[in-house]
């Protein structure tokens, strides 16, 4: 009886260890796209404030 009881245990161990890994991953997943997406509108909104080398280009060759 006990080593059913051992290999059930450890059956259940297994099949449980599925679930641990998308109650895990599922998160991490959501928290990554989410930082993602502010990350590239903060680039976006700091490209739009702070003018960047093609702007300098163009006054450089207005003054030529």
Do not use: N, R
Request: proline fraction near 3%; aromatic fraction near 4%; include cysteine.
């Amino acid at each position: 009886m006990k080593k059913l009881h051992f290999i059930v245990i450890i059956a259940s161990m297994f099949l449980l260890q599925a679930c641990v890994h998308k109650i895990v991953t599922v998160p991490v997943k959501v928290a990554y796209k989410t930082t993602k997406g502010v990350v590239k509108g903060t680039v976006a909104v700091t490209k739009a404030i702070i003018p960047g080398d093609s702007s300098d280009k163009k006054d450089k060759d207005d003054q030529e």
